[in-house]
Structures are given as C-alpha cells and as structure tokens.
C-alpha cells in the first residue's frame, strides 16, 4: 500500500525560528519519487522539490533543507529562520510505479509564522 | 509559471444540475490530472488523462466524468451534482509521466447547495 502521512496538522512558529515538517512514507516500490509542494493563503499549489528514491543526498535551497531517509521512510524539510511568507500548508507525495500513476498526498501541515 | 488555466473559477449550482469544469494548458504536456481538495484529506485524484482520449481513474472517481479531446484541453463532468461534491477542484500537469513534477492550475472553487 502506498501512503503519506503528515502527523504535525498545524504549526506554529515564531519569525526567525527554524521548522522542520515531517513526512513519513509507506510504499513496496524500491523506487519511487517523493515530492514536497506549498500552497499559499491565495491557494496555489506550488512546487518545491523532486527526490528520487536513489538519491539520499539531503538537498538544500536558500533557508529550505530536505532531509531524505530511506531507513525511516522519512522525508522531512526544514525551512531554517522562517519569514512570515513562509505561512501556509505544506503537503508531502509519493508517486512510483505501482501507484498505478497516481501520486499519493499527505493531508498537510498548516504552517504559522507568527512576526 | 506553468501555463494552466482553469474555468470557472467559483461556481454555485444546485444539487441534482450537471456541472463541467475546464482545465487549459499552453505546456503540451502529455499528463492531466484532476484533484479535489477537502479539509482533512489533502488532494486527492479524481481521473487523470495519460493522452488525448486516453484517461483512467483516480482514487475518488465515482460520480464524476472526464473527457480530452485535445492536448491542451481536460473537462471534468459532475452529471449530477450531489452536495458532497462541493470542493476545491485542482487540475495539473506532467510533462511525460506521473513520475514527474505535476505542475497545477490556480483552483476552481465548487458549491453545490
């Protein structure tokens, strides 16, 4: 069975703090993709990374961080002295092959940043 | 930005009216998808379209419909639209398959009284 699960449903951190947003993973594939996306209060569903399941690297973009670990099926980000446009829900997905093309979301992390 | 246009972007309609949702790409990608989001549920697949006439199912199906009869086109059809049927209604696209990064359009907001 493919799933994604986001314990934290809501965030709140205080501007300049460090989060990191939880992502925990089932799947019987051996490769697989995992994807983290933002969406905004206007509601957008932004992008943010692609990680295939071979590449274990932790992968950083300005204050975002991604940490990837195939031995706990996790696949967590940090956004390091977060900003108030940091606010909004994040959701992790899992897509690979026998997720029979679908990818698979978690139900997200509200995140606040409190100025 | 992905050039992913979606039509209308709120509607209000009444149980029981047929309702059809329009999502527009200027990408030529070959994947289209088309997500509801719920609280509590995240997005969630409704049909998806791996080619022009060629769609499947997603994990919520029931209910709704889907044709593509062009690369840059993707409607959703609710045939009769029951209350709980009202949702945020995402489409996206992939450039050439799922395993890629789904880029998605701006939301069509749906109540159904």
């Known amino acids: 069975a493919q799933k994604v699960t986001q314990a934290q449903t809501e965030i709140s951190v205080v501007e300049k703090e460090d989060v990191t947003l939880d992502c925990v993973y089932e799947?019987?594939?051996?490769?697989?993709?995992l994807f983290w996306y933002k969406q905004p209060p206007s509601g957008e569903l932004v992008f943010l990374i692609r990680?295939?399941?071979?590449?274990?690297q932790n992968e950083i973009s300005g204050r975002y961080s991604w940490n990837f670990q195939k031995s706990t099926s996790s696949f967590n980000f940090t956004i390091t002295a977060s900003q108030v446009v940091d606010s909004a829900v994040y959701f992790c997905?899992?897509?690979?092959?026998?997720?029979?093309?679908?990818?698979?979301f978690g139900t997200g992390t509200s995140l606040t940043v409190i100025p | 930005d992905a050039g992913i246009t979606q039509s209308p972007r709120h509607k209000v309609t009444e149980t029981g009216t047929p309702v059809t949702l329009r999502c527009h790409q200027t990408?030529?990608?070959?994947?289209m998808y088309w997500y509801r989001q719920d609280p509590g549920h995240g997005l969630r697949l409704i049909h998806y379209?791996?080619?022009?006439?060629?769609?499947d199912k997603g994990e919520v199906s029931d209910g709704y419909s889907v044709s593509r009869s062009k690369t840059e086109d993707f409607l959703l059809t609710l045939e009769s639209a029951t209350s709980s049927q009202t949702s945020v209604y995402f489409c996206?696209?992939?450039?050439?398959?799922?395993?890629?990064?789904?880029?998605f359009g701006p939301g069509t907001r749906l109540t159904v009284l």
């Open positions: 996206a696209i992939s450039e050439s398959s799922v395993w890629d990064e789904q880029f």
């Open positions: 799947t019987r594939d051996t490769t697989y993709y």
């Open positions: 990680r295939n399941s071979f590449d274990e």
């Open positions: 997905a899992l897509s690979g092959p026998n997720t029979g093309n679908q990818f698979y």
């Open positions: 990408e030529n990608h070959r994947y």
């Open positions: 379209s791996y080619g022009v006439k060629d769609t």
